[in-house]
Nanobody, 126 residues
Framework: QVQLVESGGGLVQAGGSLRLSCAASGRTSSSYTMGWFRQAPGKERDFVAGITWSGGSTAYADSVKGRCTISRDNAKNTVYLEMNSLKPEDTAVYYC???????????????????WGQGTRVTVSS
């Protein structure tokens, strides 16, 4: 089992920046690919970004490409999502998720992930 805890959400003005963190605990000796998803009110939970265990491969949703950067520090069992030039449409609850590492493959579907955090809320005001 892997437990994931997100932090770093909050209220920010449009154009601002936030860095989300996801701390993993439990069976962290195994290799996991990590992903960030988000769910806006009344909408589906969508893929935002993902990163393989080695950090050698990353993936981004088109809606955040160029504005977000995912990174990880395996020594700290933590994954980050740096978000810049935030827009009101980025308002959502952001979730961290994990699936066993598959080399360079990063799942974009929710069903590919085995473990989820409780989420951290991001609100972007206009």
């Amino acid at each position: 089992q892997v437990q994931l805890v997100e932090s770093g959400g909050g209220l920010v003005q449009a154009g601002g920046s936030l860095r989300l963190s996801c701390a993993a605990s439990g069976r962290t000796s195994s290799s996991y690919t990590m992903g960030w998803f988000r769910q806006a009110p009344g909408k589906e939970r969508d893929f935002v970004a993902g990163i393989t265990w080695s950090g050698g491969s990353t993936a981004y949703a088109d809606s955040v490409k160029g504005r977000c950067t995912i990174s990880r520090d395996n020594a700290k069992n933590t994954v980050y999502l740096e978000m810049n030039s935030l827009k009101p449409e980025d308002t959502a609850v952001y979730y961290c998720a994990a699936h066993p590492d598959l080399g360079s493959r990063i799942y974009r579907a929710r069903s590919g992930y085995n473990y989820w955090g409780q989420g951290t809320r991001v609100t972007v005001s206009s």
